[in-house]
């Protein structure tokens, strides 16, 4: 079997609720077992995933699991009913109150406690206790030894690899043959390999190799199809690279196989926003907030749905996301993302800094930069912008963020070129980088190449960005009809598309023959045109 279900039970008795719903998942979406498993063991397995939930107090998804499970129950022959009953029992096992006297211990006596003395959940609650007070050696020393007890521990897994581990570091604490403490084995054969991928997948996260991370993920998704970590795991990769539409498909998985998962909603809120589907996104929060309204990721997705009616009451709810959970990452991004918008960049520094002490992705190297430029700190712009580089030397995105800084100032933009060249030369069909190599053409004056540039990516890609640009870029060579028409075609591609909207009135007026920009001073137009432009090839 994939997942030995004892391991399932051990976890729970320990009181490692989070470990054992996420081992639960694998047990559930296993091939083989839905293939070769009856009725009777099927219903059993979603019991026990049942049982993890509930005492995780994921209460609507342990509801949803338990009546997956009697409807299992209810084809199983009459004379197997008492044998199902007695498992029903058996797997209720660590609802025993011992389980949770762990809570009355304090960090001090714990620390008191020698590590070989210390069982399962003890050495897990030490782990995070230091983890959550910076001291690094010890929390990996405590995530170490809960794997050698037991190494179906998935969150020391997750742990250790962002803590900087090597996947054949883990690996070699799994225990290779049985012992007298009764520590569970890992079989190295083919039934336990899928677990050796997840490390790796893991460790590929960690150290920002996202494609070679989501290539092990689709990997284990074909062992365990519908399995919702894996495909939550795949979401958020993708969603850091820009995979938008693969995100989305996804996330939409995820909610079609448990309607009632709470975990990551908060960043598939994000790409609903992004996409303005402002109907998906709407009932989105509605759901969340029917399950657990307790929850930091509820908070986020309603900032996020607020962040167009009200910045500032945005704001206050991604701040009672981190209140709620100092950990979680996707309250600082948008926390830092409304900051900017609100023309507070120092402050958006401080959000984005929070996220990258937690996990430096893609996402806050984006912030940072952003944010330096924002209050024109080009020296620690460009040091973020490396420094993302040196973390991932495969990312086109990285290299766009080097060019972004340099673009910023009128004698760095021929190494913004090379950046941009070299970023679409890794990746082709990145158009972030496409629109801002277009930009840069129409700054210099080449408004020809920038056509040239975007009708060529037009041909493969349909999308609103590009004919916003297009269109920019006609309407500043007079070209009206051209603009108009890529103006209604962004238009017809997302409605809701604001540079598209107010692009459109601007050409409204030049083709009534009234200057747009008359009020103000044109040089201040061109400046914060220039500024605008660049944001907005940032965050496409």
Known sequence: MDVPKEQITALLDNAL??????????????????AE????????????????????????RAIHTYKQALQYYKIIPKQNSTSSRSALSASNRSSSPNSFNICAINENEMEGIPSKARNLQM?????????????????????????????????????????GASAKDIISLFPQTPNRGGRAQLDHGDSSRWLQRYVEAQCCIASNDYKGGLE???????????????????AKVEAIIGKNDEAIMNFEKVRSVDPYVVTCMDEYAMLLKMKSDYSKLNKLVHDLLSIDPTRPEVFVA???LWERKDERGALSYAEKSIKIDERHIPGYLMKGNLLLALKRPESAVMAFRGAQELRADLRSYQGLVHSYLAFSKVKEALYAAREAMKAMPQSAKALKLVGDVHASNSGGREKAKKFYESALRL?????????????LHVIEGRNGDAVSLLERYLKDWADDSLHVKLAQVFAATNMLQDSLSHYQSALRINPQNEA?????????????????????????????????????????
């Open 17 to 34: 609720f989070n470990s054992a719903q996420l081992l639960g998942s694998f047990l559930v979406s296993s091939s083989t077992v839905n």
């Open 500 to 540: 598209a909207k107010k692009g459109l009135e601007r050409l409204e007026k030049q083709m009534k023959g009234v200057d747009p920009d008359a009020p103000e001073d044109e040089e201040e137009n061109e400046v914060d045109d220039a500024d605008a432009e660049q944001e907005e090839a940032e965050l496409l």
């Open 216 to 234: 092990l993920l689709a990997e284990l998704l074909q062992r365990f199809p519908n399995n919702t970590h894996i495909l939550l795991e795949m």
């Open 427 to 439: 990746e082709p069909g990145y158009l972030g980088a496409a629109l801002a190599l277009a930009e």
């Open 123 to 163: 050495s897990l609650l030490m782990a995070k206790l230091y983890r959550n007070t910076k001291h690094t050696r010890g929390a990996v020393t405590c995530y170490r030894e809960c794997l050698r007890q037991c190494p179906y521990v998935i969150e020391a897994i997750i742990a250790l690899a962002e803590l």
């Open 302 to 304: 309603l900032s996020v």
């Open 37 to 60: 498993t009856s009725p009777h063991l099927k219903a059993e397995n979603l019991v026990l995933l049942g049982d993890a939930l509930f005492r995780e107090r994921e209460y609507r």
